[in-house]
């Protein structure tokens, strides 16, 4: 699930790692491409080694920083959270984000606004 791949980022963010390898899932390598296309990450590619399909992520560091310094996650299994784009809002003054599931696919919150379309509110992420 996404939870796991966020709290992987995290810790290899924390551990100074330059890049990670991931299961892959196609949720999970979508919400990789909406990080990346807000440098949360660097890079994000998919990669078979022995048989098996990973996401290969490589992470971004501001000043020896990581990019990602926390995140919380919105929509559980047991709790769905679902919202209307009028409901949107900018996350932590402008300086995180938030990732919803769409029918149009997995996009940011300003992407979802823009777009005028709503979703399962997945989670929030800041730097």
């Given at each position: 699930?996404y939870y796991?791949?966020?709290a992987r980022?995290?810790?290899?963010?924390?551990?100074?790692?330059?890049?990670?390898l991931?299961p892959f899932?196609?949720?999970?390598?979508?919400?990789a491409?909406?990080?990346?296309?807000?440098n949360?990450?660097k890079?994000?590619?998919?990669?078979?080694?022995?048989?098996k399909?990973?996401i290969e992520l490589k992470?971004?560091y501001?000043n020896n920083h990581?990019?990602i310094s926390?995140f919380?996650?919105?929509?559980?299994?047991?709790r769905?959270?679902y919202?209307?784009?009028?409901e949107?809002?900018?996350?932590?003054?402008?300086y995180?984000?938030?990732?919803?599931?769409?029918?149009r696919g997995?996009?940011?919150?300003?992407?979802a606004?823009?777009?005028?379309v709503g979703?399962?509110?997945l989670?929030?992420i800041?730097?």
């Amino acid at each position: 699930m996404y939870y796991d791949l966020l709290a992987r980022i995290k810790n290899a963010a924390m551990a100074e790692k330059p890049s990670l390898l991931a299961p892959f899932s196609k949720v999970d390598f979508e919400i990789a491409k909406v990080l990346a296309k807000a440098n949360y990450i660097k890079d994000v590619q998919k990669k078979v080694v022995n048989r098996k399909n990973f996401i290969e992520l490589k992470l971004t560091y501001n000043n020896n920083h990581p990019a990602i310094s926390g995140f919380k996650i919105m929509s559980k299994p047991g709790r769905r959270f679902y919202t209307r784009y009028q409901e949107l809002k900018s996350i932590k003054n402008g300086y995180g984000l938030g990732v919803l599931s769409t029918s149009r696919g997995i996009m940011d919150n300003k992407e979802a606004k823009k777009n005028r379309v709503g979703g399962e509110y997945l989670f929030e992420i800041w730097k």
